[in-house]
């Protein structure tokens, strides 16, 4: 779990030890790297309150709407302005709390598994062209009741793509990362090899089974080389580019995934039977 490290008050000017919230709702909050303060003359945006460090935690991928709790401050990530550079998240108070370095910045869920979608394209990092198989497969989990808390895009790279990887599973707030592009053939397809470098459990029959039943159609499903596994609470699991493909071995994953987060959760203690 990730830990507040600083806090930097409106009108402080500098470190605070504490942020409280009473009665609370509607203050605008800023997450980002302390080490950035003085880059921004460590200043708040307009309409914001409080500056809250939560160290090395990826803020970027965050969605809009996801609900964490700092300390006891419940905050609902929204939007960021459009002068807010990337490295921070933006977040509203909903209701009284303080937050104080050391506390933990947990996720709240509302019932459903937490997922995360990260797409690894060169030319869709670049802006060449529109992520279509990552947001649809945004559209699919969140309408099989899952809740989405994280999505990105970055080119592809082995190294990178295994530390974001560990880093969504290590701080709680996933208990499903899919992601799309780099299981192929191609030299710099390398998102498997990113994938068993940070899982703890190999799942090899959930890729095994999107193979087999993509095959059925395509015959260059036998082709893919994706991997799943378990790192800590969370299931990577590896699906293709294609925006059909993708959302085809979603499709078959959706029929065992419930049934697999509850096992993982420990909420059942029987595969199947």
Known sequence: MPRVTSILARDSGSASPVAVFEPGEGA???LGHVASW???ESDLPPGFDAWIDLGETDLDSLV???RLTLGT???K???K???LRSGYAVGTVTGTGT???GDI???EGEGAPRAAVLTLSDSCSRGEREDGSGRALVRMLSEAGLQVVRYAVMPDGRRPVSLRLASWCDDGSCNLVLTTGGTGFSPKDETPEATNDIVERPAPGLAEMIRFRSSATVASAWLSRAAAGIRAMTLVVNLPGSVKGATEACGFLLEVLPHALEVLAGRVHRCGG
């Open 99 to 101: 937050a104080r370095p």
């Open 64 to 66: 809009p709407g996801v």
């Open 28 to 30: 605008g909050i800023v």
């Open 38 to 40: 003085a880059s921004l």
């Open 77 to 79: 990530i929204s939007a």
């Open 73 to 75: 401050i419940p905050v």
């Open 105 to 107: 910045a947990s996720y």
């Open 81 to 83: 302005p459009m002068e």
